[in-house]
């Protein structure tokens, strides 16, 4: 089984409007941390927003929030008010705990248009 | 700042030539991380080293991707014998060892293969 799925390849999103970028996962690690990366045309890998299995409130950074539902094994990304730099793809990553210590492991990604 | 630096940006060799990746971590990060992304796909494990531990190798695609790290610092992805199919973006990543573990990534290798 896939450790982290996400289905959408392609979202769009009209400027100022809100969009959530959808993200499953699978582990049956009871620690672990989910995280979501923002990848800019120009390759970079940026870090955007984390949250721990054990955390009781939804993480927030700003524009950024992690619709954590742990039942359902979905973290999912919602960007308030696109706005044109949010133009990249996006990708949602799980670490685990193993004995050889921290493993990543890194969705497919979902490729984001924000619409003028 | 003081973030990850790769070395080279962009690396063209031929078919059945040795390549070596150079990473640079951020200092005081324990873990490093290689990932290879090929052409619009997403990151795929290759290796991982934590602190003085054997690396977890379980990610390299072949016996002829192999990878050190010297002084628990600096870390080398070496190719040999390349092929076209490992055409690809190399990337590193470090962290510390703490809960959060954000990684860190460097701006990569673009390796073509010819």
């Known amino acids: 089984a896939q450790k982290i799925t996400q289905t959408q390849p392609g979202m769009f999103v009209q400027e100022k409007e809100a969009v959530t970028l959808d993200c499953t996962y699978d582990?049956?690690?009871?620690?672990?941390?989910l995280f979501w990366y923002k990848q800019p045309s120009s390759g970079e890998m940026i870090f955007l927003i984390y949250q721990g299995s054990y955390d009781q409130q939804n993480a927030t950074e700003g524009r950024y929030s992690l619709n954590f539902q742990k039942a359902r094994k979905s973290a999912n990304l919602v960007i308030s008010a696109s706005q044109l730099g949010d133009s990249a793809m996006y990708f949602c990553a799980m670490r685990e705990t193993s004995n050889t210590g921290n493993q990543f492991y890194f969705g497919t990604g979902t490729s984001l248009t924000v619409i003028p | 700042g003081a973030g990850v630096s790769q070395s080279p940006s962009n690396k063209v060799t031929e078919k059945g030539k040795d390549v070596e990746l150079r990473c640079d971590p951020i200092?005081?990060?324990?873990?490093l991380y290689w990932y290879r992304q090929s052409l619009g796909q997403g990151l795929e494990f290759l290796i991982y080293?934590?602190?003085?531990?054997?690396?977890?190798k379980s990610g390299l695609p072949s016996d002829r991707f192999s990878a050190e790290r010297t002084g628990g610092s600096v870390s080398t992805l070496t190719i040999q014998r390349t092929q076209q199919e490992d055409s690809a973006v190399y990337l590193c990543a470090s962290s510390f060892g703490g809960r959060v573990n954000e990684q860190f990534f460097g701006p990569g290798t673009r390796l073509t293969v010819l």
């Open positions: 582990t049956s690690d009871p620690s672990y941390g």
């Open positions: 080293f934590q602190g003085n531990s054997a690396p977890d």
């Open positions: 200092s005081g990060h324990t873990a």
